[in-house]
Nanobody, 121 residues
């Protein structure tokens, strides 16, 4: 069984910073990609940032220059550093990872439970 657990969300003022963490637990052989999505009520879940197994990153235009995605493979943990936060960044943030379990040749996609980020003006 593999689980992803996010942490680090909370309430922050305009211009503030937060760092989200996403830790994978279980019998993990490798994690080949990690992504962060966000969702607001009544809207679709949108991609915020992604990092692949080679370290290449991709960001939504709205967060470029403010957010940074990274992974510590030794800890099976991904991060989203969010700086200069704006009220429009308010959302539930979900992590999503491609994980190959020990003994398996196939990587599956797993989702975390989400963490709320609220930016006040």
């Amino acid at each position: 069984q593999v689980q992803l657990v996010e942490s680090g969300g909370g309430l922050v003022q305009l211009g503030g910073s937060l760092r989200l963490s996403c830790t994978a637990s279980g019998s993990i052989a490798s994690m080949n990609r990690l992504a962060w999505y966000r969702q607001t009520p009544g809207k679709e879940r949108d991609l915020v940032a992604l990092i692949n197994g080679y370290g290449a990153t991709n960001y939504a235009d709205s967060v470029k220059g403010r957010f940074t995605i990274s992974v510590d493979n030794a800890k099976n943990t991904g991060y989203l550093q969010m700086n200069n936060l704006k009220p429009e960044d308010t959302a539930v943030y979900y992590c999503n990872a491609g994980i190959r379990r020990t003994g398996s040749s196939v990587a599956l996609i797993y989702w975390g439970q989400g963490t709320q980020v609220t930016v006040s003006s």
